[in-house]
């Protein structure tokens, strides 16, 4: 053991590794109870055992005690203070750190990042992406020397039990109060299906993937709220299912990182992905395309995200990491996209709706037409149909500028809607 344990490096010493820990909620407890369980084990291979010599809560213990008594940190509190604040205390004592916190990692990553490597430190963060699945490893560490394309991502698993439970039927209210009551779902469920908790984790791999310092307030995201259970009918007629889709990937001249809403087609490895699950695909001209998927939350399963991360930094398999590189964030990138129009059921309407597209340099790629809708307000007089369809890939702008002018028109009847369309299918 280290005359000065404060500043002993982590696997400089013999004896136990110790490890200290901040935050005791459902990952901290959850990774306490893991790690005694595996510490015999651990110690089978890698010839030291972790044990845990100090634990910090809002009503327990103290930080300073807690640094001075570990070689490796570990935080789980979440949010960004005093989480920021203690993980950079810890890296510049030169201790290792492990967090699950995307919050501060998407927030402040390149603080804590440069704090890391001018102090040699390992910074890991497996559980702040996707769970217990090891994408973060795999970015850092198999694929790290492969150029990466694309990643897509379901990595929000709330949301994705809510788009599974409307695709059978269930509307959106009903679906988010059975998260609710199965416990994916906060109370507040808003960072869950307004986007941002995935947009926080696409930052994250962004980040891995190209080397740039993508923040959560560089990605744009949009949520599951104003999605309808008929998007979902229709859209199953065309042979494409709805998820949250979070994309990272390198245009020409840049990068775009996006969450929204998607329709894929059934051959997409990420189409079969349902309930409160996570998957990440990465795509690459070397080794074409890598899918995970696996359980995106709990205490059990990120504690083992967390504990992994332990055994990486004791085994000396992490670098601290890499300096930024600057690359362009794009905003206008072309997508694939579904609409559904609501419109007056009366001759020339169709042809008059496929003219405004062709004007608009929008090609169709499916089509189908079906029935009456239920009058509303503005269709008190007349019959509705409703008009779906896929259209072939296109920007953004050009898609707004197009539903503005279908807006316009006298016989659509309700705001026109808009849905992007991942056309890969790997198959
Ligand atoms: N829950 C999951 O399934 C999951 C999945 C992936 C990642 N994560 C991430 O894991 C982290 C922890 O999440 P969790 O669900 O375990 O949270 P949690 O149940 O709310 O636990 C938080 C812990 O941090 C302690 N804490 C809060 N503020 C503190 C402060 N100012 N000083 C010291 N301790 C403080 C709390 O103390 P008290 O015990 O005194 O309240 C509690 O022990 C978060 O970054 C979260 O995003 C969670």
Redesign the pocket.
């Known amino acids: 053991m280290s005359a000065d344990p404060a500043k002993a490096g982590a696997t400089s010493t013999p004896g136990p590794f110790r490890v200290g820990l901040?935050?005791?909620?459902?990952?901290?407890a959850a990774f306490a109870e893991l790690l005694a369980e595996r510490a015999a084990e651990i110690e089978r291979f890698n010839g030291r055992r972790p044990v845990i010599t100090g634990v910090?809560?809002?009503?327990?213990g103290s930080f300073a005690e807690v640094l001075a008594g570990a070689d490796l940190l570990v935080e789980?509190?979440?949010?960004t203070e005093?989480?920021r604040e203690y993980l950079l205390a810890a890296m510049r004592a030169g201790k290792d750190v492990v967090?699950?916190?995307?919050?501060?990692l998407s927030q402040h990553g390149e603080e804590l990042f440069a704090v890391a490597r001018e102090h040699g430190v390992r910074l890991r963060f497996e559980?702040?992406v996707a769970?217990a699945v090891p994408v973060v490893r795999l970015l850092e560490e198999s694929l790290a020397a492969t150029p990466i394309e694309r990643i897509h991502g379901i990595v929000n698993g709330t949301t994705n039990f809510i788009l599974s439970e409307m695709a059978r039927g269930s509307d959106y209210a009903q679906a988010l109060a059975e998260a609710q009551r199965l416990g994916y779902a906060e109370a507040d469920p808003s960072d869950d299906v307004s986007g941002r908790d995935a947009a926080a984790k696409m930052a994250i791999l962004a980040r891995l993937a190209f080397g740039a310092p993508v923040r959560l307030e560089d990605v744009r995201y949009e949520g599951i709220e104003q999605l309808r259970g008929d998007d979902l009918e229709y859209a199953r007629e065309l042979g494409l299912g709805l998820k949250l889709i979070g994309t990272a990937e390198r245009r020409e001249g840049g990068i775009s990182v996006r969450v929204h809403p998607a329709f894929l087609y059934s051959g997409h490895p990420l189409s079969s992905v349902s309930g409160p699950f996570n998957a990440v695909t990465v795509e690459s001209e070397a080794v074409t395309e890598i899918t995970m998927s696996g359980p995106?939350?709990?205490?059990p399963?990120?504690a083992s995200a967390v504990l992994g991360d332990v055994v990486s930094v004791m085994t000396g398999g992490a670098r601290p990491p890499a300096p930024p590189l600057e690359l362009p964030l794009l905003e206008d990138v072309e997508s694939a996209f579904y609409l559904h129009l609501e419109v007056a059921d009366r001759p020339g309407v169709l042809a008059a709706v496929t003219r405004v597209l062709e004007e608009q340099g929008v090609s169709i790629k499916s089509f189908v037409q079906r029935g009456r809708a239920a009058p509303d307000a503005r269709s008190a007089t007349a019959p509705d149909v409703r008009l779906v369809m896929v259209i072939h890939p296109l920007a953004e702008s050009r898609l707004r500028e197009a539903l503005r002018v279908l807006a316009e028109l006298d016989f659509v009847r309700s705001e026109p809607r808009a849905i992007r369309v991942i056309e890969e299918e790997f198959v």
């Open positions: 901040l935050g005791h909620g459902t990952v901290g910090l809560t809002r009503t327990r789980l509190i979440g949010g005093p989480a967090s699950a916190n995307k919050q501060l559980a702040a769970g995106g939350a709990g205490g399963q990120t």
